[in-house]
């Protein structure tokens, strides 16, 4: 219990920290990179758009970076395909810096708060459970970063990580480059099925891999 509750105090600071970078420098980003003005920038620098744009995804994990928005606004420039496939890219990448970060400079933190034991038992359920909240934090503020963070903490395993990243992002990406390119207000149906499809794909890939590794110990047996 103990463990738990240093664990969720870690998540909570971790919380605490991106949302001060929205306090301080939020509002200028929001002003900035609203989606009318990123449209109009992104339009006036078309060629390498999609690198900026990746780069701005990427720093998503340290600075208020409107997401969503600039995913909107690769929608309206480039198209569904084409910004929807950049949009995840970027923001993919900002996990994977987020878990790699936590995962080879945070192992002596976590092992200041944790036994072994606790953090084994921290990995397993992490393992377990952990991909259904990367994938719904894909879609929510600050929460992307101090699920993928935390993820890395763990460690949860790469593979399944990256599975839950990339059920959790494409949706996401694609839902808000379609949003962009329609000009259409945000249709809660599709937002809906950018969470539910992806978790309803979590516990069959979790289901599978687990099936696989079942037998791999029985034929090592």
Known sequence: M???????GVAVA????????FAI?????????????????????????????????????????PATGVMAALGSVYGVCVGAA????????????????????????????ASPEEIERFRRFFNRWGGGGVIVSRLLPILPE?????????????????????????PTAVLFAWIGHASAERPWYGIVLAVVVPLLLWP?????????????DGAGA
């Open 2 to 8: 103990k463990f738990a509750l240093r664990i969720l």
């Open 14 to 21: 971790l919380a605490l920290v991106f949302a001060v970078t």
């Open 25 to 65: 420098w939020g509002e200028a980003f929001g002003v900035i990179f609203s989606q009318a003005e990123c449209v109009a920038w992104f339009r006036s620098i078309r060629p390498v758009a999609w690198l900026v744009a990746m780069g701005l995804l990427a720093s998503d994990l340290v600075l208020p970076v």
């Open 86 to 113: 950049v949009g995840a890219a970027g923001s993919a990448l900002s996990a994977l810096i987020g878990y790699g970060l936590a995962r080879f400079a945070g192992e002596r933190a976590i092992g200041r708060i």
């Open 146 to 170: 101090v699920m993928s963070v935390l993820a890395g903490l763990a460690p949860m395993k790469f593979g399944r990580f990256l599975v839950a990243v990339l059920l959790g992002t494409i």
């Open 204 to 216: 069959v890939f979790v289901w599978f891999v687990g099936g696989k590794g079942r037998s791999a």
